[in-house]
C-alpha cells in the first residue's frame, strides 16, 4: 500500500506501509529505494534487507544469503515466490493424476 513518494514517485522513489502487500522486487532499478521500494518501518524509511526480501519470495530461514545486500536484491529480484510454483506445481500434478483416472472419450467429427 502506497502511503508517499519522493522526487518523482518513480519505482524506486515510492513510500509503501509494511501491512501492505510487498511490491515486486526488481533485479534492477534506481532511486533511494531501487530494488525493493521504501517502507516506513518504526517511523523511519528504509529499503528492505536482503532477509527481507528472501522471506517475501518465500525462501526457507535456512537459506544462506548472498554475501551483499546489492547481491540478494538482485538475486531476489530475478527469482520467482516459491511457495507460488510449489502451488502450481501441485496444482499441475493433481490435475494430471485426475486425468489418468478418468477415461477420455473419443469425439468423432462428421463432415457435411
Known sequence: MQIGRISK????????????????LSAVGGGIGAKTGIYLIDDKLRKLTGRECA??????????LPKTELEAHKQFGN??????IQYILTEIGNTV??????PTTRLEYYYI
Open 97 to 102: 493424476k485426475s486425468n489418468e483416472r478418468t
Open 9 to 24: 514517485g518513480r519505482q524506486g522513489e515510492r513510500i509503501y506501509h509494511i501491512s501492505g502487500h510487498a511490491i515486486t
Open 55 to 64: 522471506r517475501i519470495q518465500g525462501f526457507p530461514e535456512s537459506y544462506i
Open 79 to 84: 527469482s520467482v515466490s516459491v511457495n507460488v
